[in-house]
């Protein structure tokens, strides 16, 4: 993961206008705009209107904001990329993505520098997430655990989580994307938080969805090396700098280019999240 990808992203509701100036100011990398779940059919054309003025209002922000739209299957969709093509949103984070077609669809309204953030939160959408996350545009993927549960009616914990989200990560990694965005953790407590955030980062995750601002430093904490393992990459690329290049021996152990590079994540990691 580069330490210069966003590493929490968090959720504020499109209807609450209020708030979009307090999530900037919590800590997060990035926040998402929601139009989907968390405002309500009869609210929708108001949070559109709301986000649509806040935008205008606030072209600085435009970078660390992404806008959530609702499916292309909902009615919504359409006045949804309407608002998105109009304020030149840079960033959308598509829900439901279950073909890389549905990513070209939302670019063909935005900006020549726009991307798409797609949602990996059913079983249609992991079986083609290899070719959404090849798709252009694709800025990252993110898995929706909580709908993905709802889709295959999962019990919370599933061992079908698990299998779900390597694949994401793996497909990420063959695309050449940045690691991907864990699903949101319901409970507040950061060490719930905490122990979700580890427990993705094992899986190949390296930034994690947050729906209230008390998670955010929870989440950053959780992927940012201990001292241990900055302490053992800092000796190593010691170590690896005294050399004249080639494999070398650190603690009865070998040390070649592949554990030069980890030791230069942790670092780099380090310096981002500490």
Request: charged share 20%.
């Amino acid at each position: 993961m580069s330490p210069h990808q966003p590493l929490s992203y968090l959720f504020v509701p499109g209807n609450r206008p209020e708030r979009f100036a307090k999530a900037l100011a919590s800590g997060a990398d990035r926040i998402i705009i929601d139009l989907e779940d968390a405002v309500a059919p009869a609210d929708k054309a108001a949070a559109r209107a709301a986000i649509a003025q806040w935008m205008d209002d606030n072209p600085a922000h435009a970078e660390q904001v992404l806008i959530r739209i609702n499916d292309a299957a909902t009615p919504w969709y359409p006045d949804d990329m309407a608002m998105a093509q109009a304020v030149k949103a840079l960033c959308i984070m598509l829900p439901k993505c279950e073909a890389p077609g549905q990513v070209a669809d939302v670019l063909t309204l935005l900006s020549v520098n726009a991307t798409v953030l797609p949602l990996i939160e059913t079983a249609r959408g992991l079986l083609a997430v290899q070719a959404i996350a090849a798709a252009r545009g694709v800025n990252r993927l993110a898995f929706g655990s909580l709908d993905y549960m709802a889709d295959l009616d999962l019990p919370a914990h599933s061992v079908g989580l698990d299998y779900a989200a390597a694949h994401i990560a793996v497909a990420s990694r063959a695309a050449g994307l940045p690691s991907p965005l864990a699903g949101v953790t319901p409970e507040l407590d950061a060490a719930r938080v905490s122990a979700d955030m580890l427990a993705a980062k094992a899986l190949g995750f390296g930034a994690k969805m947050c729906i209230h601002p008390a998670q955010v430093a929870a989440v950053h904490a959780a992927l940012a090396p201990s001292a241990q393992e900055l302490a053992w990459a800092q000796r190593v690329l010691q170590a690896w700098a005294a050399s004249a290049g080639g494999a070398i021996q650190l603690d009865g152990k070998m040390v070649d280019r592949p554990v030069v590079l980890k030791a230069e994540r942790i670092t780099a990691q380090a310096s981002r999240t500490l």
